[in-house]
Nanobody
């Protein structure tokens, strides 16, 4: 199993970024997937979930209306469109495969595979 993120970078407050996650080594279309983030000195923060078919999406309250998760099962790709970025959105963003969606969002045991992450910096 391999998850490789890309698309991070430096953006000004109010700006946008689109993160991508390339998945391989498993049947991507059968798994819930998540985006999570971690800022320096802070714990793991769940960002968003998408079900296996892409029909249902879920967001942390602070991301609703600003972030959009999507997937392309034909390409084994997961995406996160981020708009109206704020300085507090700066973090290392990782895609993760959901192992047990009944566990709390912030539990590392909820996920069984992670990417190395892509850094998002929001600063003027």
């Amino acid at each position: 199993v391999q998850l490789v993120e890309s698309g991070g970078g430096l953006v000004q407050p109010g700006g946008s970024l689109r993160l991508s996650c390339a998945a391989s080594g498993f049947t991507f279309s059968t798994y819930y997937m998540s985006w999570v983030r971690q800022a320096p000195g802070k714990g793991l923060e769940w960002v968003s979930d998408i079900n296996s078919s892409g029909d249902n999406t879920y967001y942390a309250n602070s991301m609703k209306g600003r972030f959009t998760i999507s997937r392309d099962n034909a390409k084994n790709m997961l995406y996160l469109e981020m708009n109206s970025l704020k300085p507090e959105d700066a973090a290392l963003y990782s895609c993760a495969r959901v192992a047990d969606y009944d566990l709390p969002y912030g539990s590392r045991y909820r996920y069984d595979y992670w990417g190395h992450g892509t850094q998002v910096t929001v600063s003027s």
